[in-house]
């Protein structure tokens, strides 16, 4: 995985009032929790206060599609990041969970024309996804900088 990011950024109107949706997994706690705080930090960073970001959990990665969708058909946000930790284990199951929720996010961003953003860590090993989430490539700084990029998008 390529651990280069897009070098521009456009950014957000602070004053625009629109709203971010964040939806994360309660698998891998401890990594999903240092992602969720990484990807707010930066929203903050880019101006887009705590008071505009909604954040709820679901059970598992496998259930982020449905929350999205129901968030999506809200109205209430301009872009919703789904947010889980995919560890490879010694069955399939990774697989399928990865392959099924990204074509569900997928999904939900073109039927609803409402940016969703993947941001779901999907690793071969816990040490892989503890460099994503925690340690020194920041997935979640990116996740943030490309909800705001497509959210002017959906202005």
């Known amino acids: 995985m390529s651990q280069d990011a897009p070098s521009h950024l456009s950014k957000p109107d602070p004053e625009g009032g629109w709203r971010i949706a964040i939806v994360a997994s309660r698998f ?28 709820m959990r679901v059970p598992g990665s496998a259930e982020l599609p449905y929350a999205a969708q129901r968030l999506a058909d809200c109205g209430r946000y301009r872009v919703i990041i789904a947010l889980g930790v995919l560890i490879r284990g010694e069955t399939q199951h990774h697989d399928i969970i990865s392959r099924t929720v990204s074509f569900g996010l997928q999904e939900v961003a073109l039927s609803r024309r409402i940016p969703v953003i993947n941001g779901v860590i999907s690793a071969e090993s816990w040490e892989q996804a503890r460099d994503r989430t925690i340690g020194p490539i920041e997935r979640g700084r990116e996740f943030a900088e490309a909800a705001v990029e497509m959210a002017n998008w959906n202005a």
Do not use: H, Q
């Open 28 to 55: 891998n706690p401890d990594l999903i929790d240092g992602l969720m705080e990484r990807t707010r930090s930066r929203l903050d960073d880019l101006g887009i206060n705590e008071s505009r970001v909604d954040c």
